[in-house]
Structures are given as structure tokens and as C-alpha cells.
């Protein structure tokens, strides 16, 4: 069962452009909602998180939106940009075991974003 | 500038043959988490530590793969007898969770180990 389900699979968008890239989940007990961007050869690296008391984010040209209601998120990136090229996973988290501050992620498939120039 | 290393970073193996993958998590880091990534599954977790004790390792197939802390500077994560779908990238990632209320849930990635197993 997939638990976070992510669209689309790959992405192409014009330099200057904006990416849009949504996930969707199932499990309400979500309560951390990351995006991490990989590099082919690397590992992922965290980009941009949201908790769910908010609907919205920014850092940079990067913004999440959130929607509880619909249990939807959602990652922007504004003025998009080659260097931008990449994998970007999002992720969701909760705690598994109550009283010990655990946790784990569950990833969507990725998207593989192409800014062409 | 810290972060999670990972030995080897490529290893081709025949199947059958015993294979160990090393991390270094972050130095004070307090978890550790071990990922596989394939094209078709995508990342998903094998296993993960706290304070040095296994917390979870559901996603891991017990008759193979195994997950241990030596210390608190070394994570390994062993397969054998290795199988041709094992192959794939395997990631180990650290964090640091400071309480119950104060949950820091970043997670550093490093590298990763590509497993090839003909």
C-alpha cells in the first residue's frame, strides 16, 4: 500500500518557468511533510519541510503548499532554473512509537524534473 | 563540514556471496536509518536505529539482510547470501531527535553504496 502517492513521474519545464510537483496522502497521522532534491549520483537532501498547522511555506524560490483538508502538499519552485534539474521525493512522517520520539519517512516515487534552458 | 560516508561506494558481487555495506553517520547524530532505493520501488526504508538499539527493521527480509551498531560510529548492513534483486542503490541516513515534543526529523543522506549482484 502506498501511503504517499506523488505526480507526476518526470517533468519538463522552461528555464524561468514554475514546477509544480503534488503528493498526496492517506494516513491522517502524517504530522511532517518533506521534500528532499537528489543529484544522480548523490544521496537526497532535505529542501523544504511543513507541518500541517500551516498551509504554506517558502524559502527562497522553493514553496510548499498545504491543504490538511484534502490531504495534499505540494512543492513550487518559482523562476525555475537548470541547476534545478533533478529528483525531488516527498515525504511524510509520523511517530510509529508513542512516548519514544521515533520516527520514519515514507517517500513518493520521485519526480524528475528537467529545466531546459 | 559534517556528513554521513558510506564504504563501498560501488560493489558488482556474485550472487550467493556475502556482501557488507558501512555508514558513518554524523558525529552526535542519535538515529540511523538504512534506505534502498530502485527504480521501481523507489526509497524505502530497511531499517533504522536509536541511541544504537534497532527501533524497526519490518522492511527488511530477515532470512538475508541483517542491521547492527558496533558503536555509535559505525552502522552496518550485511546480505547474505546476496540475490540478483538485491541490486540496487542502498543509502544510510542520520538525524538527531532530541525529545518527544522537540522532534528534529531531518535526515542527512550520504552517498550511498550501488550493489550490483549478477
Known amino acids: 500500500q502506498q501511503q504517499v502517492k506523488q505526480s507526476p513521474q518526470s517533468l519538463i519545464v522552461q528555464k524561468g518557468g514554475i514546477s509544480i510537483i503534488n503528493c498526496a496522502y492517506e494516513n491522517t497521522a502524517f504530522d511532517y511533510f518533506p521534500w528532499y532534491q537528489q543529484f544522480p549520483g548523490k544521496g537526497p537532501a532535505l529542501l523544504i519541510a511543513?507541518?500541517?498547522?500551516?498551509s504554506e511555506k517558502k524559502e527562497g524560490r522553493f514553496t510548499i503548499s498545504f491543504n490538511k483538508s484534502a490531504k495534499q502538499f505540494s512543492l513550487h519552485i518559482m523562476d525555475s532554473q537548470p541547476g534545478d534539474s533533478a529528483t525531488y521525493f516527498c515525504a511524510a512522517s509520523r511517530p510509529k512509537y508513542s512516548g519514544a520520539g521515533s520516527y520514519q519517512l515514507t517517500f513518493g516515487k520521485g519526480t524528475k524534473l528537467s529545466v531546459i534552458p | 563540514d559534517a556528513r554521513v560516508t558510506q564504504t563501498p561506494r560501488h560493489k558488482v558481487t556474485e550472487m550467493g556471496q556475502e556482501v557488507t555495506m558501512r555508514c558513518q553517520p554524523i558525529l552526535g547524530h542519535n538515529t540511523v536509518f538504512w534506505y534502498r532505493q530502485t527504480m521501481m520501488q523507489g526509497l524505502e526504508l530497511l531499517a533504522y536505529?536509536?541511541?544504537?538499539?534497532?527501533?524497526?527493521d519490518s522492511g527488511m527480509p530477515k532470512d538475508r539482510f541483517s542491521a547492527e551498531m558496533p558503536d555509535a560510529t559505525l552502522a552496518t548492513l550485511k546480505i547474505q547470501p546476496s540475490e540478483p534483486r538485491d541490486s540496487a542503490v542502498y543509502f544510510c541516513?542520520?538525524?538527531?531527535?532530541?525529545?518527544?515534543?522537540?522532534?528534529?526529523?531531518?535526515?542527512?543522506f550520504g552517498p550511498g553504496t550501488r550493489l550490483t549482484v549478477t
Open positions: 536505529f536509536r541511541n544504537r538499539a534497532p527501533l524497526d
Open positions: 541516513a542520520s538525524g538527531l531527535v532530541r525529545s518527544d515534543r522537540l522532534l528534529n526529523y531531518e535526515q542527512y
Open positions: 511543513i507541518r500541517p498547522d500551516v
